[in-house]
């Protein structure tokens, strides 16, 4: 079991930055791929960026390309979303999630393969 519990979010303006934080619970952090999902109101969840268990290899949708960038910190059990250049577009309400994984390398884009879930953190731009 593991809890994953988001921080950072806030209010910023367009092209002002925020670094999303996901603390998760347990000892086998190291052992889980991580993903950002984002849901702004009336749309479907959608995958925002995604990192190996390793942490060597990265996703990122194309609509954030260049300007997020996902990490993570096994030691802290934590992976993060720094989020720059943001625009009014990026106002959604973004989850972290984790699953384990069995190879290293591989990262996973698709909310149906992660199991646990965080609770989601508001971030809004303002125009």
């Known amino acids: 079991q593991v809890q994953l519990v988001e921080s950072g979010g806030g209010l910023v303006q367009a092209g002002g930055s925020l670094r999303l934080s996901c603390a998760a619970s347990?000892?086998?952090?190291?052992?889980?791929?991580m993903g950002w999902f984002r849901q702004a109101p009336g749309k479907e969840r959608e995958s925002v960026a995604a990192?190996?268990?390793?942490?060597?290899?990265?996703y990122y949708a194309d609509s954030v390309k260049g300007r997020f960038t996902i990490s993570r910190d096994n030691a802290e059990n934590t992976v993060y979303l720094q989020m720059n250049s943001l625009k009014p577009e990026d106002t959604a309400v973004y989850y972290c999630?984790?699953?384990?994984?069995?190879?290293?390398?591989?990262?996973?884009?698709?909310?149906?393969?992660?199991?646990?879930w965080g609770q989601g953190t508001q971030v809004t731009v303002s125009s």
């Open positions: 999630a984790a699953r384990s994984a069995l190879v290293g390398s591989n990262w996973y884009r698709r909310s149906h393969e992660y199991t646990y």
């Open positions: 347990g000892r086998t952090f190291s052992s889980y791929a």
């Open positions: 990192i190996s268990r390793s942490g060597d290899n990265t």
